[in-house]
């Protein structure tokens, strides 16, 4: 059995995820930035939940006082954000930029005592980083700078293996379900396999970066060849 902690895994991928580890007997706990839906989801997925808001990086700390060893982190947490250069939402771009660069780090950061040889971190970033749209200016950005902060951390942290995972348009997330079914069809005839991402995908994507103890400053991409669309 294997301690599992999920930063963002009540929505979506990390829910996914969460759910697909505890229900094959890990100790997993997951968090969201509310205490009540942390604490409700963590419920129902046999998992435990706490409240914490990496856009608020100096209270993670005492957030994540009661974890004790860590051997897989998965730190998931994201916010939209549709930022144009030439409509620029400052106070937007500051939130994700914190959110997903210094508060991915500040988890870590505190986390690293409960650390050990052979514990595994994946972050999130996405295929923003090679593929801007518009409205991407923060979220290629920051999702670049995943890449940065991977090296960085894999290095410091040796033996502990820090890896990326990059999802592409993944159609089964509530994200892209609530988008019109032509955008998906078209983004479809986009990707070479003729699928979308799923859910699952990704969550095996980072089960084997987890796993893997020869995998180490990777990027792994799960988008079906989109980009080569």
Aim: glycine share 10%; proline share 3%.
């Amino acid at each position: 059995m294997s301690s599992v902690l999920v930063v963002g895994g009540t929505s979506g991928i990390g829910l996914e995820f969460a759910r697909t580890r505890a229900g094959q007997g890990d100790d997993v706990v997951l968090t969201s930035r509310d205490t009540q839906r942390a604490e409700a989801v963590a419920k129902e997925v046999g998992a435990r939940g706490l409240a914490l808001d990496l856009a608020r990086p100096l209270e993670i700390a005492a957030a994540l006082a009661g974890m004790g060893r860590v051997d897989h982190l998965v730190i998931a947490g994201i916010t939209r954000d549709d930022n144009k250069v030439t409509e620029y939402d400052i106070d937007a771009a500051l939130r994700l930029v914190t959110l997903k660069l210094v508060g991915y780090t500040e988890v870590v950061h505190t986390l690293r005592g409960r650390l050990h040889e052979d514990s595994a971190i994946v972050l999130f970033g996405g295929q923003a980083k090679e593929r801007p749209y518009p409205g991407a200016t923060t979220v290629a950005t920051v999702n670049a700078g995943v890449r940065g902060l991977m090296n960085s951390l894999a290095v410091e942290l040796a033996p502990v293996r820090v890896n990326a995972v990059h999802p592409g348009v993944v159609g089964d997330s509530p994200y892209w379900q609530a988008k019109p079914e032509k955008v998906l069809a078209a983004l479809r005839t986009e990707t070479p396999t003729g699928r979308l991402a799923a859910m699952a995908d990704v969550v095996d994507a980072v089960d084997f970066l987890l796993r893997n103890r020869s995998v180490n400053a990777v990027e792994l991409t799960v988008d079906g060849g989109w980009l080569l669309g």
